[in-house]
């Protein structure tokens, strides 16, 4: 891996480094700047299939250049879907004129203590009070169920979800379906809600570039994905230390049947210290390793996407 990723660099080093900023060669830049793009998804491509599992893949640049592999609506999203239902559910508080710091009260008792709640764990009292905001922050930043299965089950059910974001990416390239209380009780029907790489993509570019909720909202969102705490060993892992770089994310993790893991993901949208950005959504579906090796996987093509990008700026 080390040796073909040095040797990927090489080769679009060399591609680039016969680029100008010459007027008279706008065009002999475009068509190696084309090469290097190419060069890429080629040696993406080859890393999908050096790892026992399904891996699909959407790179968008610059809101532009895109690359896809293996982009069948056919992955599994998890608790990506939790930035499906942020969108939905602001837009929804939009149309209503609802406020986010409206207080929710929520009684302990209704609660699945069995479930990933970090909401649950931190408010030890028997009627929780908390705002639409915070539990939206639970969903976002620590991926918590009970929050989203409140949400779904009070404020913007799971249909009415599905249906909204089928106006802002194209209706055939993901299905929301079930709740995370119905994939918890049924593992298999975690299957339901399924995207392709690149549906993900286009909805974080729309959410960070467009206006399909109001500003303060969009505000909110963008800022609290980049507060994300879950899988930072996927695609945060090789930027963490990159001077100026910043990542908003969600992530989603599988069940595992018969020793497979059913998804492994990240979402994210990429801020570059030049200015520039982009979005990188990477699926995993029916893993055959550990989620080390799985995470591993969304890592190494973090890095080698943003080494390839960064090059192409110090080069040109």
């Known amino acids: 891996m080390n040796y073909n990723y040095c040797l990927l660099l090489s080769i679009i080093a060399i591609i680039l480094s016969g680029c100008s900023l010459n007027s008279t060669q706008k065009h002999n830049e ?149 709740t995370e209380a ?11 809600n399924h995207s392709s790489p690149l549906g993900v993509a286009e909805l974080l570019e729309k959410l960070f570039n467009d206006s399909i909720i109001s500003p303060a909202k969009q505000e909110f969102i963008c800022t609290t994905l980049r507060q994300c705490q879950t899988g930072t060993d996927r695609i945060v892992a090789p930027l963490t230390n990159k001077k100026g770089v910043g990542v908003s994310h969600k992530t989603g993790s599988g069940f595992r049947d018969h020793g497979i893991l059913s998804a492994h993901n990240d979402a994210a949208y990429v801020s570059l210290p030049d200015g520039r950005h982009y979005t990188l959504v990477v699926l995993v579906k029916d893993f055959n390793g550990s989620e080390i090796e799985a995470a591993k996987a969304i890592a190494d093509i973090s890095a080698i996407i943003y080494e390839t990008i960064s090059l192409q700026k110090y080069v040109l």
């Open 30 to 178: 475009s068509q190696e700047e084309k090469k290097s793009f190419e060069a890429l998804k080629d040696f993406l491509t080859s890393i999908t299939t050096e790892y026992p599992g399904e891996i699909g893949i959407a790179l968008i640049i610059d809101s532009k250049d895109t690359i896809t592999i293996n982009n069948e609506d056919k992955y599994p999203l998890m608790s990506v879907f939790k930035l499906h239902q942020a969108i939905a559910l602001c837009h929804k508080f939009d149309q209503t004129g609802t406020s986010l710091d409206t207080i929710i009260s929520i009684e302990r008792k209704g609660l699945n203590p069995h479930t990933w709640s970090p909401m649950l764990t931190e408010h030890p009292e028997d009627n929780i009070q908390l705002t639409v905001k915070e539990l939206l922050r639970y969903t976002l930043i620590q991926s918590d169920n009970n929050a989203s299965n409140l949400m779904f089950d009070r404020l913007e059910n799971i249909s009415d979800t599905d249906s909204l974001i089928a106006t802002i990416i194209p209706r055939n390239c993901f299905r929301l379906s079930v």
């Open 182 to 192: 119905e994939m918890a009780s049924e593992h298999s029907k975690a299957y339901e």
